[in-house]
């Protein structure tokens, strides 16, 4: 894990590998960052004109290394392009936090090999020092716990270890302020990589008890009061959806219940997170060139096992209460079979007419659980349907709900702490392509609008009165592209930080 620290050092003394500096697109070519004003000193003033030699514009993403100027402690400097100059750039704040922890991430992500390196980038306020920090520890991870080297590859492995050391400039270690938002910084990032782990852990070690063992773990760490319920207690208790989809699985299901209060708390929050630790599709099998990345189909609960974790971090004054449905969707004779009928936890049956949409089951009795204490919202967090990537493409999050105002503010709290997200209907004409003849309901629906069928399925199990909103996170949960910003290839940690917002709002009163 990345160590970090806010340093009021001055960059020619400072004892590091690199000096990170900003670099944003004037008008009129690249010009330097507030925050680089020593750097740019010992070069005469001319670094800017230096980076344009180089060939540095300042765009987002960009990234150019040059040797220190003499004097200097460290050896490097390397400028990371901030995007578009913003208009006041003098003003503090102004380049805004999303900017930095995108620069801050590709940075970081650049230095990988390195020891130690010292952020001088535009630090406005206390919220840009933490941005610059959560993007430098996001940025830095890498996953490489099943790479098994030879000696000779380990040597090579060592220049691409990451980042071990991140320094933020420009900050005020005493003030507190400044303080929280750091200390805030690494428990979310912290977390946040703890849950790209979970994605990224094949699923043949990652499967219902594993996961389960993680939570626990973690929870008995943090504070946090947890409950696994087994296939024993899943049968006893009468969840039948979460049992259905874990039915051809050598690995049993789970469901996982952690609860963080807090002495002060007025308002109670439940995450309820898809955790199928692998998704074949069942007997509906997917296809090849469908099933290579569905050990990411448990990003939700990786998501919301991280949030509850955060929270009990920063102390919340809030109780959350965290939902983990885990289960394997596996074809074999025991199998859940298309035509089947399960009775689900609230008691309504379903028709199971594709196995492949299996976790609006598994979530179905897990909201329904959730709904007996009351919450004063749930919002659940799935990789759902393809339907929704068709829709919104792999970088943005789908937002449903029962309640528009409180689709909004998910909406704009996604926003806040960079998360891209966009608000989607639950047309009531499309409840019908669920009747079925058999059942209650069926697990499916019109192909079109699939996204939106999937989260109208759900809102059946949402208990009388109680504020539920879904979170269709199917595309932006795997990276399959190269990295950017300071989001990497494989798991990316999506919703995390948005069910954080939501936590610390709900705590402060501002949300409900
Ligand atoms: N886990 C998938 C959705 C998914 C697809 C997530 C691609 C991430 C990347 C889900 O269980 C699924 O298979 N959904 C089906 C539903 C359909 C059978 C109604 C889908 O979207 O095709
Ligand atoms: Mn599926
Ligand atoms: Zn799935």
């Avoid at 913003?86 to 970081?108: K, M, S």
């Avoid at 910003?485 to 009163?509: D, I, N």
Wanted: aromatic share 4%.
């Amino acid at each position: 894990m990345t160590a970090l620290t806010l340093s009021t050092a001055a960059a020619p003394g400072l004892r590091a590998d690199a000096i990170v500096v900003g670099v944003a697109a004037g008008a009129k070519g690249p010009v330097v960052a507030p925050g680089a004003e020593a750097v740019d000193k010992a070069y005469d003033g001319k670094l800017a004109s230096v980076l344009e030699t180089l060939g540095a514009g300042g765009g987002e993403g960009e990234v150019t290394k040059l040797p220190a100027p003499s004097g200097f402690k460290a050896p490097l400097v390397l400028a990371v392009g901030l995007g578009a100059e913003p208009e006041n750039p003098e003003n503090g704040a102004a380049y805004g936090t999303e900017a930095l922890r995108r620069a801050a991430g590709v940075a970081a992500r650049a230095l990988a090999g390195s020891k130690k390196a010292a952020f001088a980038l535009p630090v406005g306020d206390a919220e840009d020092a933490g941005a610059v920090a959560e993007g430098a520890l996001l940025g830095a991870y890498s996953f490489d716990a099943y790479k098994e080297m030879t000696a000779k590859d380990a040597a090579a492995k060592k220049g691409k270890a990451p980042l071990a050391e991140v320094a933020v400039l420009g900050g005020k270690p005493r003030d507190k302020a400044y303080k929280a938002e750091i200390e805030r910084a690494v428990a979310v990032a912290e977390e946040l990589n703890r849950a790209r782990d979970l994605v990224n852990t094949p699923p043949n070690d990652l499967n219902p008890e594993a996961f389960a063992a993680v939570a626990t773990a973690a929870a008995k760490e943090h504070g946090i009061k947890v409950q696994v319920l087994d296939e024993k207690a899943l049968t006893k208790g009468g969840y039948g959806g979460i049992l259905g989809v874990g039915a051809g699985s050598e690995a049993p299901p789970r469901l996982v219940k952690l609860s963080y209060t807090s002495s002060k708390a007025k308002k109670h929050l439940a995450f309820v997170g898809k955790g199928i630790t692998y998704d074949s599709g069942g007997i509906s099998l997917k296809p090849a060139g469908h099933n290579e990345t569905m050990k990411c189909d448990m990003a939700g609960a990786a998501a919301v096992f991280a949030a509850v974790v955060a929270a009990a971090r920063l102390g919340l004054e809030v109780n959350v209460t965290g939902w983990l449905a885990l289960a394997e969707n596996m074809p074999s004779g025991s199998a859940t079979r298309p035509g089947d009928v399960l009775r689900m936890y609230s008691g309504k049956t379903v028709e199971v007419l594709n196995t492949d949409a299996e976790g609006r089951l598994v979530l179905a009795d897990a909201i329904a659980k959730a709904s007996e204490e009351n919450p004063d919202a749930i919002v659940d967090v799935a990789t759902l349907t393809g339907a929704m990537m068709l829709a919104l493409g792999n970088r943005t999050f789908g937002v449903m709900a029962n309640d528009d105002a409180f689709r909004t503010a998910i909406h704009e709290a996604a926003e806040e702490v960079g998360e891209p997200s966009w608000p989607m209907p639950l047309p009531a004409d499309l409840r019908k392509g669920m009747d079925s003849a058999t059942a209650d309901i069926a697990n499916m629906g019109e192909r079109m609008g699939g996204g939106l069928v999937a989260g109208l399925f759900l809102k059946e199990f949402v208990g009388e009165g109680i504020t539920w909103a879904h979170l269709d996170i199917a595309g932006p949960a795997f990276h399959e592209g190269a990295p950017f910003g300071y989001t990497p290839k494989g798991g990316t940690g999506t919703a995390v930080r948005t069910l954080v917002r939501l936590a610390e709002l709900t705590a402060a009163g501002d949300l409900g």
